[in-house]
């Protein structure tokens, strides 16, 4: 299953409302996570289940899902939140990441 | 608390062999699955390899099958990656990942360790 997840990167401000999008090839049901990633850093878990938010994890990050089509939003953007974002489907082995967004500084 | 130290990561020639392990702690190991993902420099996350808690199921990636296998040692709360068949396309960052459940996400991973594969 493929996950084109867009757009690759965005430059963004302090207070910005960012959304992200990954698309999957197939049905994967609810079966979406995903992740943070700053420099020489592991994943860190956002959201699984498409839009169950991790404890610890700000409210500010929001997930949605339509059909294959799946969102990540961060309603109001902190400075410590430029980062990598990646979705994963994990509906079916092998499993997959998308391309991954990188969220820089304007 | 839960903690995962990966392990084993070295410079190797292609065609070279290695085995990575995974040390869990903070949880009951044998009740979880668990898997491995890797990071090519400067490049996106991929996932590698699964496998059940019992050992009896595992799955992979098109790419490394039947040159990667996958184990656990719930004795000793480990898991393994043993790679063979090396190329420069397995140089990565590979890091062992736990989930809560099916659909709950990886929450804790380890650290990482860089596999080179160069001649």
């Known amino acids: 299953i493929q996950l084109t997840q867009s757009p690759s990167s965005l430059s963004a401000s302090v207070g910005d409302r960012v959304t992200i999008t990954c698309r999957a090839s197939q049905g994967i049901s609810s079966y979406c996570a995903w992740y943070q990633q700053k420099p020489g850093k592991a994943p860190k878990l956002l959201i699984y289940?498409?839009?169950t938010l991790q404890s610890g994890v700000p409210s500010r990050f929001s997930g949605y899902r339509s059909g294959t089509d799946f969102t990540l939003t961060i309603s109001s953007l902190q400075p410590e939140d430029f980062a990598t974002y990646y979705c994963q489907q994990l509906n079916s082995y092998p499993q997959s990441f998308g391309g991954g967004t990188k969220v820089e500084i304007k | 608390e839960v903690q995962l130290l990966e392990s084993g990561g070295l410079l190797v020639q292609p065609g070279g062999s290695l085995r990575l392990s995974c040390a869990a702690s903070g949880f009951t190991f044998s009740s979880y699955a668990m898997s491995w993902v890797r990071q090519a420099p400067g490049k996106g996350l991929e996932w590698v390899s699964g496998i059940s808690s019992s050992g009896a199921g595992t799955y992979y990636l098109d790419s490394v099958k039947g040159r990667f296998t996958i184990s656990r040692d719930n004795s000793k709360g480990t898991l393994y990656l043993l790679m063979n068949s090396l190329s420069a396309e397995d140089t990565a960052i590979y890091y062992c990942?736990?989930?809560?459940?099916?659909?709950?996400?990886?929450?804790?991973w380890g650290q990482g360790t860089l596999v080179t594969v160069s001649s």
């Open positions: 289940a498409a839009s």
């Open positions: 990942a736990k989930a809560d459940g099916y659909n709950y996400g990886y929450n804790y």
